[in-house]
């Protein structure tokens, strides 16, 4: 095959064994993240905070993510994944486990912002070693595959959380999914090296891994990188749709519990429907754009074109507040979900498109922290038109329509996603 190495009988593929452990970790962060909006309409109850205050400490989280995402990027950048990532999923373990510990809404701030804090360096981390480890025609399919860990993490959390918290409390159920933590992390200490320093690598395909032009210079500065416009067009994809995924991980089980009734020990299957198919959605959005250039698109042709089938798919949500009934529902947000999935696996994966390996952690990390702006912007949002109005129709207007408009944002400010000059 044209531009493979003539070693393909010696190929070895500890690249994908990478991206398993990317899945892995990504699962986990979303589990631990998930315990809350879970558990939200009991520890509403039990706590007695209001709407606006329940917005008010995803802001908190949200607040935290987008000051981590700021300097996780550049730390990835500096540490590398090995030892940056092992930090991260340590810090972020302790604080999941931690709010157990609370018993009041300010407590439970505290305890998500420092959350947040941890779990930014997910992405920056992910995305920075799929660089690393892929060439440029299979990141968008190793992205969307870590990607789907999002999903499957949203879908594990519904099945087990309120079992535990059934049989165990609330409290039980936020120390119990710490432990995932501690495992992942002995593979990933153990196994994870650079591609030139892994035993597990044959030449052939550490020739593969390194097919495309290699970086040349030192890393760019802040300033440098801050000034493209190349950097502006991801971080708009990210500011104007980011809120809305977390919109669905923190909103969504009070939707369901609000417009239908889904009490704790009901929400699972619903949950589990609408978080699988984003599963499908972010794979799905990854081999598309990677099965097109393979068939001689070029890169821009197939990034784009994926992004908007994922912006049109999305449109349907505006209907889903007037649902006659929940499997209605189910259908149009699973669409949703799993097209904004798809999207995310491709706008992650136009930043190692255009910018240099070394640069790829301090853009995730700038998109991520915009993103995470976004999201509290939309949590402080949410809460105060839901404590006051009681509708979810404005958001998921929002939610239908926002990606329609980053996408032309992406086209004005990155036309062609050409790769850019960092000296």
């Known amino acids: 095959m044209l531009g493979l190495p003539a070693l393909s009988e010696s190929m070895t593929n500890a690249r994908w064994r990478i991206c398993a452990l990317l899945f892995f970790a990504t699962t986990i962060n979303y589990i631990d993240r998930q315990v809350f909006s879970l558990l939200a309409p009991e520890l509403q109850k039990t706590i007695g905070w209001t709407e606006s205050q329940y917005g008010y400490i995803i802001t908190a989280f949200q607040a935290a993510y987008a000051i981590g995402l700021f300097l996780m990027g550049r730390v990835m950048d500096y540490l590398g994944t090995r030892k940056g990532y092992a930090i991260v999923i340590s810090w972020w373990s302790v604080a999941a486990a931690a709010h157990a510990l609370v018993s009041s809404t300010l407590g439970f701030g505290i305890a998500r912002f420092c959350l947040g804090l941890g779990e930014s360096g997910n992405f920056p981390a992910a995305i920075k070693t799929v660089a690393d480890w892929f060439p440029r025609r299979e990141r968008a399919l190793a992205t969307g595959i870590f990607n789907a860990g999002s999903n499957i993490g949203a879908v594990i959390a519904p099945l087990m959380v309120p079992w535990v918290a059934l049989h165990y409390g609330w409290r039980g159920a936020f120390v119990a999914t710490s432990f995932f933590s501690l495992i992942w992390l002995i593979f990933w200490v153990t196994y994870y090296r650079r591609p030139e320093d892994h035993t597990g690598v044959s030449p052939a395909e550490l020739a593969l891994i390194r097919q495309d032009p290699p970086d040349l210079g030192n890393a760019p500065t802040w300033s440098r990188i801050i000034g493209l416009r190349q950097t502006w067009a991801f971080v708009f ?4 749709t980011d809120p809305i995924w977390w919109f669905y991980l923190y909103w969504l089980p009070k939707f369901f519990y609000a417009r239908f009734g889904l ?43 994926t992004m908007l089938i994922c912006a049109l798919c999305v449109i349907p949500i505006v209907t889903v507040t007037q649902a006659a009934n929940v499997w209605y529902a189910v259908t149009v947000l699973s669409l949703a979900t799993a097209a904004h999935q798809g999207w995310s696996a491709n706008a992650y994966t136009i930043v190692s498109d255009m910018f240099p390996r070394n640069a790829v952690g301090t853009v995730v990390g700038l998109g991520g922290a915009a993103g995470s702006l976004g999201g509290m912007a939309l949590a402080a949002s949410a809460g105060l038109i839901l404590q006051y109005t009681g509708s979810y129709m404005p958001l998921f207007v929002m939610a239908g329509t926002f990606y329609l408009l980053a996408f032309g944002l992406v086209q004005l400010l990155a036309p062609k996603l050409e790769p850019v000059s960092i000296t």
């Open 237 to 240: 994809a990210k500011v104007l």
């Open 263 to 305: 009490t704790l020990d009901k929400i699972g299957p619903p949950l589990v429907i609408v978080y699988l198919s984003a599963d499908i959605g972010s794979v799905g959005g990854g081999w598309l754009s990677s099965k097109l250039i393979q068939r001689g698109w070029s890169v821009n042709r197939a990034r784009k074109t």
